[in-house]
């Protein structure tokens, strides 16, 4: 008789001792195989794409993306993993309600906030919850994205554009990673971006990109240049917007307009760019939740500029890129890894 398949398990958590004995509870329990660790949302989010684990064992509090954002990240994936929450917080506590309302499968209480040999004291339970998580997902292999052909622009073009705006949601992180760790060290245009996130997190964000990215890329702050090779993260809580004043062009920080359900706004950006580039701009609407976008990519289309959205098979939430898809306003869709040939179809 074929032995069953192990569970696959990712184990996340910022502690070093502590994804060490994590491991090592999961490991020596039949049944379950660690496929890998990660120390924070931003690194689980990449090991989830490569690894494709069955289930998650998650701290909640980390920094760069934490638990909850990890979570919302995970939401809209068709095949997303199982998720056991391994938090200090109790079943009481907001934070771990918040977790459970985001999707976990489980709660696991660690006996200590601290990382110390305590931590051996929930492996029964812990081996338990993620057999449990384990059951409740149906497994399946992921078939590759279908979609793997670029959908060709509806209209022609004019001048070349100068300037990328990106805008995105929930599956951010991982779609940037993808998108920069593929453009080229010479890409011609500046790149600005505007991703819903907590305010505090942005800075480590850009630093993560950089490292994996051949271009700078940098945490916006007010007045800063915008130049070929570098790549500019809106800060959140703050909308990020463009100006062009004489021969320089320049990033703006504004908390203008108050109203709008996301700072930084995907469609105040866009806007922005509608003003300043006209005809010399691309849009691109990454994967998303809500319609953040639509009002900004139909600026950027009166003004002459190009809007590409990324398609379906790729998407985490097929949120933002619909809306403006639907509303006749992309010129190109591709799943990220088509993203480039398309952007350099309109940015040479």
């Known amino acids: 008789m074929t ?14 001792f502590a994804r060490k004995v994590l491991r090592k509870v999961l490991s020596d329990a039949e049944g379950l195989e660690v496929v890998g660790t990660a120390r924070d949302g931003l690194d689980a989010l990449e090991r989830v794409a490569e690894f494709k684990p069955d289930v998650i064992t998650l701290d909640l509090v980390m920094p760069a993306l934490d638990g909850l954002g990890l979570l ?52 029964a339970e812990l081996v338990e919850k993620v057999r449990i998580a384990g059951r409740a997902m149906p497994r399946y292999v992921q078939e590759e994205a279908r979609d793997a052909a670029v959908r060709a622009a509806r209209t022609g073009t004019g001048a ?30 500046p790149v600005v971006l ?9 800075e480590a964000v850009a630093k993560r990109l950089d490292t994996q990215s051949a271009l700078e890329v940098v945490e916006a702050r007010d007045g800063l240049e915008l130049v070929p090779g570098r790549v500019v993260l809106a800060k959140a809580g703050m909308h990020l917007k463009v100006e062009r004043r004489g021969a320089l062009d320049l990033v703006r920080l504004d908390r203008q307009p108050l109203g709008t359900p996301h700072h930084p706004s995907v469609d105040v950006l866009f806007q922005s760019v509608a003003v300043g580039w006209g005809r010399d701009a691309v849009a691109l609407v990454l994967t998303g939740m809500g319609d953040d976008g639509l009002v900004g990519a ?20 097929y949120g933002m890129p619909r809306v403006v898809d639907e509303a006749g306003l ?10 480039v040939p398309l952007l350099e179809r309109f940015i040479r």
Not at 77 to 105: C, K, N, W
Not at 298 to 317: K, P
């Open 3 to 16: 032995p069953p398949v192990p569970l696959r398990v990712l184990v996340v958590d910022d502690s070093a």
């Open 72 to 123: 919302k990240a995970l939401a809209g994936m068709p095949d997303a993993p199982r998720v056991v929450v391994v938090s200090s917080a109790g079943t009481d506590s907001e934070l771990a309600v918040a977790a459970l309302q985001a999707g976990a499968v489980e709660l696991v209480h660690k006996p200590t906030a601290l990382a110390t040999e305590r931590l051996y004291e929930l492996g």
């Open 194 to 202: 505007a991703l819903h996130i907590p305010a505090g997190y942005t």
């Open 160 to 189: 070349s554009p100068k300037l990328l705006a990106v805008g995105t949601s929930t599956g951010g992180p991982q779609a940037l990673t993808r998108l920069l760790s593929a453009l080229p060290r010479d890409f011609p245009a």
């Open 298 to 317: 139909r600026a950027v289309r009166a003004a002459g500029g190009v809007v590409l959205t990324e398609a379906e098979s790729s998407c985490v939430v």
């Open 330 to 339: 992309s010129q190109g869709s591709a799943p990220l890894d088509g993203l």
